[in-house]
């Protein structure tokens, strides 16, 4: 449970046992088991009512997303607190590491975290051969650390330095095309290798899914039988 509800506050700890609390009595049981307070976390962290998938089929797509995700963090040395496929609102599956901080060390840990942002993309089309259309928000994380890092950071080398203080002032269209041409390089090279990884560990995968699928929710001893 800590795993899961990693930097949140013991308020929020407070506020998914009482939930934990209502979910346990409400489906007939008289003790809290551990279903109970997985999905009372994900009603008070991601503050939605599950809902009914318009298309059952979705399900597997939002399983290897999310294993996706799961599998790339794990190879990088992180926990995975919690995964699920279930919909809560705008949410189609979660996937929430432990101990994840955007403070990096180096390159590597950099690199790490952009690969584990593309991976779901990654699992879905090594799995479906097909695109991943739930990616947006993933490519908007990844794209906008790729270019912090590009014009902040000089991670890249100092050609690609953001130098005017004023930063709404507009770039030159030269300028634009050298930063997004080696984002599209870096995403793409990255993106690539992030692939032949999964595909590497395809079993690992593809067991996961398939307990995800059926379990719709794994926590961190689930996941650990597995691996």
């Not at 088991?33 to 991601?46: C, G, N, P, S």
């Not at 690199?111 to 993309?121: D, F, Q, S, T, V």
């Not at 995968?205 to 001893?221: G, Q």
């Amino acid at each position: 449970i800590a795993n899961i509800l990693d930097k949140k506050s013991c308020a929020v700890l407070e506020s998914v046992i009482n939930e934990a609390g209502i979910v346990a009595a409400f489906s007939g049981h008289n003790e809290i088991k551990i279903e109970h307070i997985t999905d009372a976390i994900l009603r008070v962290v991601f503050k939605t009512i599950e809902k009914e998938r318009e298309n059952p089929e979705n399900e597997k797509i939002v399983a290897y997303h999310e294993v996706g995700h799961a599998v790339m963090s794990i190879l990088s040395g992180s926990e995975v607190g919690i995964i699920t496929i279930k919909k809560f609102g705008n949410n189609g599956g979660v996937c929430r590491r432990y101990g994840y901080s955007k403070t990096y060390k180096g390159i590597k840990e950099f690199k790490n975290e952009i690969m584990i942002l593309l991976a779901g993309k990654a699992s879905v089309e090594i799995q479906y051969n097909e695109p991943d259309l739930g990616v947006e928000s993933d490519m908007e994380k990844a794209k906008g650390e790729i270019r912090f890092a590009l014009e902040n950071l000089c991670l890249f080398g100092f050609e690609y330095m953001y130098d005017i203080d004023d930063y709404s002032k507009k770039q030159s269209p030269d300028r634009l095309k050298l930063i997004i041409d080696k984002m599209t390089a870096i995403m793409t090279e990255w993106y690539e290798e992030c692939k032949q990884i999964l595909i590497h560990n395809k079993g690992l995968l593809d067991r996961l899914a398939s307990l995800l699928i059926e379990k719709k929710t794994l926590i961190w001893s689930d996941i650990k039988k597995i691996l």
